[in-house]
């Protein structure tokens, strides 16, 4: 029933034969994403990537869980990330607050 669902609903990664032989990368992949999440983070400083990098950091532990699959692992990451940008007006409220008691000091 899920391998039937799994190639109707996305065709060109089920041309694998065992649409388990992604699981064990996925692992690999998240990290792969936090770590390039961060980084371009460090780069910009404009709070662009870091909601990437908490998404990818979502799916990368629910990677660690047996019998997540990795198309749920990818759903938490594609909910996850609005969810966590919805935050960043509070966010940077809390940065300019910060830095205008830093100006008056």
Not at 49 to 75: C, D, K, Q, T, Y
């Amino acid at each position: 029933m899920t391998k039937n669902l799994f190639i109707e609903i996305m065709p060109v990664l089920a041309a694998s034969s065992d649409i388990h032989e992604f699981e064990p990368y996925m692992f690999a992949v998240w990290l792969s994403v936090f770590s390039l999440a961060c980084l371009i983070e460090m780069v910009t400083t404009k709070l662009v990537a870091v909601w990437f990098a908490s998404s990818a950091l979502l799916a990368l532990l629910l990677s660690f869980i047996p019998g997540v699959p990795f198309w749920g692992e990818i759903i938490a990451f594609v909910i996850a990330t609005p969810l966590f940008f919805m935050i960043r007006p509070l966010i940077q409220r809390k940065i300019q607050k910060k830095s205008t008691e830093d100006k008056e000091n």
